[in-house]
């Protein structure tokens, strides 16, 4: 099922535009600043691209009413010019909120004034030019029991942070995509539960929320089954779009013997996530979280795996690379002249 067509002249980005399905990285801001080599790769095979940490608040929310919009200046400059779409990452997320915010002494209304105030300013300044945010992300607890995870906002806010969160963001820039993003709720159970139940109560009280991001961070061998078609279906069916928007698929590295095996089960993953956004509806963009191994955040978060991308260190295409565009083609579907 895996094959290197052999068609070495077209980049994923040419596929993707065929297909109708942008594909995307994200990228550290820093690292693009710095190297050409990485710059080039990202024009070359990406038309869609979002920051791995740089448009997080501790980045941009220096101080109440003070913001440092240089990293993020830097990457809608780049997309604007090599004309690729631009993600939002992430408005509200637990584990990206400001010192200063958190063991400040702010009081409820304060807190609801500034985050209002933030989102505004941030959405508002890249206004046309970031296609979609991740307006939440994270908000439901892993456990299912109780759906909302224990968070600052949560406990300073209350739940109606999350609906307030969309329509300022929308108020902002009513022509972005607003999304609900998550992690391990790709499957049907309690978490996917949850993030359904969310997103149909939102839909209900009039919140303007657009789609949800999967999040897709796998592991080698992980094979996509109905449960996961269904899990988006359904999602679908409430008049909502979808994207990929994190995907890596790590590797064991403890015995480093079998590396090549495992880089072909991890092709196979990559391979059924595209065919995921290939052939179901609505899907807006597959985006991986990196590109090269070299920069990676499975190493440092995941000790004992790593190699989770489809470009190795060298930046040489893995065959998750070829899997994932030999899976954009879709001969049966559409004569794209590029995949023949
Ligand atoms: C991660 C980054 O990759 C790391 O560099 C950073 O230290 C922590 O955040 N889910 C998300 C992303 O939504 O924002 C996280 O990114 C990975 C998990």
Request: with cysteine; glycine share 8%.
């Amino acid at each position: 099922m895996i094959r290197n067509d052999g068609h070495d002249g077209a980049h994923l980005r040419d596929i993707s535009r065929a297909a109708g399905i942008p594909i995307g990285c994200a990228v550290d801001v820093d690292v693009l600043r710095q190297s050409e080599r990485y710059r080039e790769v990202v024009r070359r095979e990406f038309n869609m691209c979002v920051a791995e940490n740089h448009f997080k608040a501790p980045w941009v929310w220096t101080g109440p009413e003070t913001y440092d919009f240089s990293s993020t200046d830097y990457l809608a400059d780049f997309a604007i010019k090599n004309d690729i779409l631009l993600r939002g990452h992430a408005l509200i997320w637990h584990s990206a909120i400001p010192s200063w915010l958190e063991n400040g002494s702010f009081s409820k209304e304060e807190v609801r004034e500034l985050l209002k105030r933030y989102i505004q300013a941030l959405v508002g300044r890249y206004r046309g030019v970031v296609s979609t945010w991740d307006v939440v992300n994270e908000a439901i607890d892993d456990e299912g029991s109780c759906p909302w995870r224990d968070t600052f906002w949560l406990n300073t806010l209350g739940r109606g942070y999350i609906a307030d969160a969309f329509r300022w963001a929308h108020e902002a820039d009513p022509t972005a995509k607003l999304y609900y993003n998550d992690y391990e709720a790709e499957d049907l159970g309690p978490k996917s539960n949850s993030v359904y139940s969310l997103v149909r109560e939102l839909l209900d009280d009039t919140v303007p929320i657009h789609g949800v991001g999967y999040q897709y961070h796998l592991i080698a061998g992980w094979r996509a089954g109905q449960h996961n078609r269904d899990c988006i279906q359904r999602i679908v069916d409430l008049g909502l779009e979808w994207q990929v928007t994190e995907c890596d698929i790590r590797i064991q590295l403890e015995d480093a013997d079998d590396v090549s095996e495992k880089r072909d089960a991890q092709a196979e993953g990559y391979w059924d996530v595209a065919r995921l956004c290939r052939t179901l509806p609505r899907c807006e963009g597959l985006v991986m979280w990196g590109f090269t191994d070299a920069y990676s955040w499975i190493p440092g978060f995941r000790k004992g795996w790593g190699e989770a991308l489809i470009f190795d260190e060298a930046y040489a295409p893995k065959p998750a690379y070829f899997a994932l565009r030999s899976a954009l083609c879709d001969h049966s579907v559409r004569s794209v002249a590029i995949c023949i």
